[in-house]
Every structure is written in C-alpha cells, then in structure tokens.
C-alpha cells in the first residue's frame, strides 16, 4: 500500500489543483452556456503544440524532447492567444450564427488539422493519445510546480476581479445592458482560461480536462447557487472521483484518466438522483403544510 501512494500522490495533487480551478472556469462556462469552449481551447492549444513539433522534427530530423516541449509551449500559449481574440470578437450581434457552432467548427478545424500534421510524425498515434487523455499518471513534480504557479497566478487575478468577471459572465446572453469594457473582460476571460488549459492539457489530455471542467461544476449546481460553495463541491466530488480512479488503475491495471472520468460521470448520476428525491420530498413537505391549512 505504501507503494501506490507513493506512487500516486503527484497525480492525485494535479488532479487536485486541475479540478479546483476548472470548477472554477466550469461555472463561468455552465452560465454562458458555451460547454465546448474548454475542449476547443484545448485542441487548438494541442494544435500549436503539435506545430512546433512538426516544424522542429523538419528542420533537425531528430526527436528533441526539451526542445518539442520549450518550443511546444511558447506556440501553445501563441494558439490560446490567437483563439481568445477570435472567440472575443466572434461574440457580435452582427454575427448571426450561434458562438457555441463557431466553437465547435474551431475544435473540429483544429482536432483535424492536428491529425493531419501528426500523421506525417514520427510516434503519431503515441502523439494523438497522450494528445486526448493526456498522462496525468507520469507527472513529475517540476510539472505540478509549474501547474500549481499557474493556478495561483490565475486563480488571484480572478479573485481580485472576480465582481468584473461574474458581472460579464452572467450578462453574457444579453444583447444590452453590457458592463463597462464587456469585450476586454471577456477577451481576459478566455486567455487566462487559455493559459490554464495549455498546462493542463499537458498532464490530464484533453477529455480528461473537459470532464474536469463541465462535471464537477454539473454536480455543484444541482445543489448550490453561491459561486464558493459550487467550487468547493466540485472539488469534493473531483477529489473522490480522483481517489477512486486512480486505486481502480492500481488494482486492475487500467489507464487512469477513463477511470476518473468514469466515476465522475457517476458522481453525476446519483447527483442528480440525490437531488431528485429531495425535490420529490420538499413537494410532498409543502403539499402536506398546504391541506394542513
């Protein structure tokens, strides 16, 4: 036993500080409404990555991980940038198609031409999985450092600005009444969500983050509306998930991420089952006060 929490405690760390701050994100993504935001921003990120791959294979010839990674994360940061600017001012009232189709044909645009690029790599199909469910299992502690410092950074610029980005958050769908400078808290919006993303693709993949960022905040809303009870129970529900994917990769020898994800999806379940039956009670409780009157 000793062994597998030796083992496992960088990847349940990560995983922590990875759920904290998509729960975060997940509840600004739930209220506006644009659930794919997270896993386009993701592939276009993996998109840049996979550029500078490409580019630094053709140019040596030979497989150089520290400079990949260097040269990885610098054109992943470019790639974030770029898709902020464009999802900021794809939201117009001039454009008439839905922001949510727009961040769809991104993510397919991207996921296709990484596929395209990678297929012409070297070790593509290693390229592409770790590209989607990431290996979360192998972080190092360098990676979690780095992760945790960018967690911090954002998670405080958040905090300090928290009123301007709920405000734009929840006025997201509206048409007038925008806040002031709307558009530079939304394009601050997306990059600093895009600078989250590029470090946690790294280590959880791209299903895995998705999942971390749209179940937990799922689960939250059934049973809170203040912003800080939502994230802390995203992150009770994403931490046990977390312990039990990772003990169910340890006994059975199965890979870690589709076990997290599986049992978030059940946390999601008995949620909302959990929040159906209080719901069925509180009607019978009022209907029994009411014909007691």
Same mark, same amino acid.
């Given at each position: ?23 975060? @994100? =997940? ?22 990555? $996979? ?8 140019? $040596? ?10 040269? =990885?994360?610098? /054109? ?8 902020? /600017? ?44 770790? /590209?989607? $469910? ?5 972080? &190092? ?25 709920? $405000? ?18 939304? @394009?601050?919006?997306?990059? &600093?969500? =895009? ?12 299903? &895995?983050?998705?999942? @971390? ?31 039990? =994917? ?31 039956? @209080?719901?069925?009670?509180?009607? &019978? ?9």
């Amino acid at each position: 036993m000793a062994i597998a929490i030796d083992f496992m405690i960088a990847p349940f760390i990560a995983s922590i500080l990875l759920i904290f701050i998509m729960a975060y @994100f =997940g509840i600004h993504v739930i209220e506006r409404e644009i659930i794919f935001i997270d896993i386009a921003l993701a592939q276009i990120a993996a998109l840049g990555g $996979t550029v500078a791959l490409v580019i630094n294979r053709l140019q $040596t010839g030979v497989e150089g991980h520290a400079h990949d990674h260097g040269a =990885g994360l610098i /054109m992943s940061y470019l790639f974030c940038l770029l898709a902020a /600017m464009m999802f900021t001012a794809l939201k117009n009232k001039k454009i008439t198609i839905p922001l949510e189709a727009l961040i769809g044909i991104a993510y397919a645009v991207a996921t296709t031409a990484a596929v395209i690029l990678l297929d012409k790599a070297a070790g593509s199909d290693v390229h592409i999985h770790d /590209m989607l $469910t990431g290996t979360i299992l192998w972080v &190092t502690w360098p990676q979690i450092i780095r992760l945790g410092i960018v967690v911090i950074v954002v998670a405080g610029f958040h905090f300090i600005f928290r009123e301007k980005f709920k $405000t734009v958050t929840l006025s997201y769908s509206e048409v007038e009444n925008k806040p002031v400078n709307a558009r530079l808290w939304d @394009f601050l919006f997306y990059f &600093t969500f =895009g600078i989250v993303i590029v470090e946690a693709v790294n280590i959880g993949g791209i299903l &895995t983050i998705f999942a @971390f960022l749209i179940i937990p905040a799922s689960i939250s809303a059934l049973f809170a509306v203040r912003w800080t009870f939502r994230v802390l129970i995203g992150l009770f529900a994403g931490g046990i998930s977390t312990l039990l =994917g990772l003990y169910l990769s340890w006994v059975m020898d199965i890979p870690c991420s589709p076990a997290i994800i599986l049992f978030l999806a059940v946390f999601l379940v008995l949620a909302v089952i959990i929040r159906t039956v @209080f719901n069925a009670l509180n009607r &019978t409780r009022t209907g029994k006060m009411q014909v007691s009157e």
